[in-house]
T-cell receptor
Framework: NAGVTQTPKFQVLKTGQSMTLQCAQDMNHEYMSWYRQDPGMGLRLIHYSVGAGITDQGEVPNGYNVSRSTTEDFPLRLLSAAPSQTSVYFC???????????????FGSGTRLTVV | SQQGEEDPQALSIQEGENATMNCSYKTSINNLQWYRQNSGRGLVHLILIRSNEREKHSGRLRVTLDTSKKSSSLLITASRAADTASYFCATDVRAGNQFYFGTGTSLTVIP
């Protein structure tokens, strides 16, 4: 049971480049979310999904796209990287809405992204 | 804007002492969670408390919730050096289906 797997762990992009951060879970979790963590800002929700084929925006969705074609995978796409997107990105999953079906989120180990 | 805010931002204590950190939030919630994050790692779920609960225990952790004051506290008793980490509260919004995190409390336990 691998839990939540994020790849890559580190990435450096040039401004304007695009890339996809991968997130996969093997726990058959319905809920998956992407957060970014910046110093002094805590974690901010980018996008989330409550099941395959269903996605929605969080607090800071601009510049990011997501899709959920399978239960296991929830990739995050940066369309045209900007220095403001330099951050640590975390993917999280839960069986259902925390508190209803599960105790809480399981987090991946993060992707540290630098945009120069 | 973020739903939860932790206080204090940083806390330093001696091993064996108790550590208390607080979380305040803005709107009505269904549930509140506490997480721990060790340096350079992902977050680990510690405990969830529902809006109809006032107190919950898990090992050396005690969480209280006061919905009238829109606040929660996390108490770690008999702290250990291994408790050194950042601690975050996460709250949902009653009409929503996702959790929003605060900025965290950085706890240092000195051996």
């Amino acid at each position: 049971n691998a839990g939540v797997t994020q790849t890559p762990k580190f990435q450096v992009l040039k401004t304007g480049q695009s890339m996809t951060l991968q997130c996969a879970q093997d726990m058959n979790h319905e809920y998956m979310s992407w957060y970014r963590q910046d110093p002094g800002m805590g974690l901010r929700l980018i996008h989330y999904s409550v099941g395959a084929g269903i996605t929605d925006q969080g607090e800071v969705p601009n510049g990011y796209n997501v899709s959920r074609s399978t239960t296991e995978d929830f990739p995050l796409r940066l369309l045209s990287a900007a220095p403001s997107q330099t951050s640590v990105y975390f993917c999280a999953s839960s069986l259902g809405m925390p508190g209803l079906k599960s105790g809480g989120y399981t987090f991946g180990s993060g992707t540290r992204l630098t945009v120069v | 804007s973020q739903q939860g805010e932790e206080d204090p931002q940083a806390l330093s204590i001696q091993e064996g002492e108790n550590a208390t950190m607080n979380c305040s939030y803005k709107t009505s919630i269904n549930n509140l969670q506490w997480y721990r994050q060790n340096s350079g790692r992902g977050l680990v779920h510690l405990i969830l408390i529902r809006s109809n609960e006032r107190e919950k225990h898990s090992g050396r952790l005690r969480v209280t919730l006061d919905t009238s004051k829109k606040s929660s506290s996390l108490l770690i008793t008999a702290s250990r050096a291994a408790d050194t980490a950042s601690y975050f509260c996460a709250t949902d919004v009653r009409a929503g289906n996702q959790f929003y995190f605060g900025t965290g409390t950085s706890l240092t336990v000195i051996p």
